[in-house]
């Protein structure tokens, strides 16, 4: 029981008694992210056509090719192999600790002990700030790189001397930006350059609840003993004449200044006491004797100098808050009052372990859904660091929520088939006539007919030398071919990819 003569000068706090957090324990905030992909996919060009076509004097496997993909091409490469293994993305961001100084606050909330329930919302409190400022950064991904290599080959037509290759492309990631350093641009990255929080506040002195001074019929029948505890306020005086009262210190305060006729007391609730909330019952005990004067004013204290003070409303977090602002950079430090309305209990030791709670990224909505055929590791920087409008149509992003308590890594899983409806044509030619004659045209229906061979000197019309084979002199040879297609289907065929994020946000 706090136990006063009369009214003395509240005590204040110094600052050398406020809570101090461990700063040699928790030295750095860093924040990291990481994503990992998953994923090979091999042989996926083949001959979309082929054309044998071993027409007089050309040599059998003179083709004609055309070669294509499973997977669609915006670009217009073919693609043979995608690999996906081995890319990935780096995030990582370090705040170090620069500076503490005591804050002081006017107009705190005080709520019941063990409820959340406001009995005062202005007093004053002091708080130790505690900053960590930008130390180190570092940006790395890798982007799928075409390289072009030799995959097949093919004839301009089934008589040409020359084979031609056919290049495909293989797809593979490579580191494609690094970067590492002490410090960034807020406004560039929107990941904000220092740090700071509130840490623990306590009450920097007494706040009373009620006051009470005597009037002069009080005088006239003291010395006067005044005391809260067991949630009445007692007021007696040496010829055991006692008054009781309880109930809300706004009701009490209306009954203590009616006792007698309005002839002993003046009672009134300081400003900031919710008093119609407040009870007697939530005043500190405290214990007055020998009072005899009127100038003396008797202050019950709800809050006392130094106490643990309810958190919400001052402390904060180092998890930075960003504000989907449009500019991407607006924040706020996320006030424990948040946390509270979620559950947390209002008390020091509740925000300690909140503060110093881990978190860890998980893949926002909406980040990659959308893969083509190859799943690269698109940077969620906007989502898992930023938070701001992106994307159309707009989307909000508030960086916390990809960033929670659950441990493990984020997956997720691609699933893309092939181009359906693709297939691979074989055309074959046999030969259906020759025949030498002295007409202009020979083996009448059928689908080809030449006078020619294919890397010889044209038929001698006279002689018949150079034909498909010795005519006689002054015939001409022919020839007849048929031509038989073949038709494969390519079965469609589903690629299995992932992307595994994984990281961590907290003190160190």
Not at 50 to 56: F, H, L, T, W
């Amino acid at each position: 029981m706090l136990g006063r003569q009369i009214a003395a000068c509240d005590p204040a706090v110094c600052s050398n008694d406020l809570p101090k957090f461990d700063v040699a324990g928790f030295g750095k905030i860093v924040r990291r992210a990481r994503v990992e992909c998953n994923g090979d996919y091999s042989d996926l060009c083949f001959y979309s056509y082929i054309n044998n076509q071993p027409v007089p004097f050309c040599i059998a496997g003179r083709p004609y090719r055309v070669h294509s993909s499973k997977i669609e091409s915006l670009t217009g490469v073919i693609y043979d192999r995608v690999q996906n293994s081995g890319g990935y993305w780096i995030q990582e961001y370090e705040w170090s600790y620069s500076s503490s100084l005591v804050h002081s606050f006017t107009g705190s909330v005080y709520k019941r002990p063990g409820t959340n329930t406001v009995i005062c919302n202005n007093f004053n409190a002091v708080v130790m700030r505690y900053s960590y400022t930008a130390s180190y950064y570092k940006i790395e991904y890798t982007a799928g790189v075409d390289t072009y290599f030799n995959w097949g080959s093919t004839y301009d037509n089934c008589c040409s001397p020359v084979e031609t290759t056919l290049q495909a492309v293989s797809r593979e990631p490579q580191v494609w930006f690094s970067t590492t350093g002490s410090t960034w641009s807020g406004g560039g990255t929107g990941v904000p350059t220092s740090i700071s929080f509130y840490y623990k506040p306590v009450a920097s002195s007494n706040k009373d609840g009620i006051v009470i001074q005597l009037r002069s019929g009080a005088i006239a029948s003291g010395p006067w003993e005044a005391s809260a505890s067991g949630g009445q306020i007692i007021l007696r005086n040496n010829s055991g004449t006692e008054y009781t009262f309880s109930g809300t210190l706004s009701a009490a305060a209306t009954a203590i200044s009616a006792a007698a006729g309005s002839t002993l007391f003046l009672a009134s609730v300081p400003s900031g006491i919710l008093g119609s909330v407040a009870l007697v019952s939530d005043l500190k005990e405290t214990e007055f004797s020998q009072i005899n004067v009127t100038s003396c004013s008797i202050g019950f204290p709800i809050i006392l100098a130094g106490e643990k003070v309810p958190p919400s409303n001052i402390s904060s977090s180092h998890f930075l808050q960003t504000f989907a602002s449009g500019s991407c950079v607006s924040s706020v430090n996320l006030p424990y009052s948040t946390a509270v309305s979620q559950g947390e209990a209002d008390t020091h030791e509740a925000y300690e372990s909140w503060l110093l709670r881990e978190r860890y990224p998980k893949f926002p909505g909406g980040f990659a859904d959308q893969p083509f055929y190859l799943v690269d590791p698109q940077l969620p920087s906007d989502q898992l660091f930023i938070g701001c409008n992106v994307g159309f149509p707009v989307l909000a992003y508030n960086i916390l929520d990809y960033w929670n308590e659950s441990p493990g890594d984020s997956i997720r899983n691609y699933s893309l088939d092939s181009s359906p409806g693709l297939f691979s044509e074989t055309v074959s030619w046999n030969l259906a006539c020759s025949q030498c004659t002295n007409q202009m045209f020979g083996c009448f229906g059928f689908s080809y007919t030449a006078t020619t061979g294919c890397g010889f000197p044209p038929a001698n019309i006279l002689t018949g030398a150079g034909g498909f084979f010795d005519c006689p002199p002054g015939t001409i040879s022919w020839h007849g071919w048929n031509a038989s297609s073949t038709i494969t289907d390519i079965p469609v065929v589903t690629f299995e990819t992932s992307m595994t994020l994984y990281g961590v946000w907290r003190f160190e």
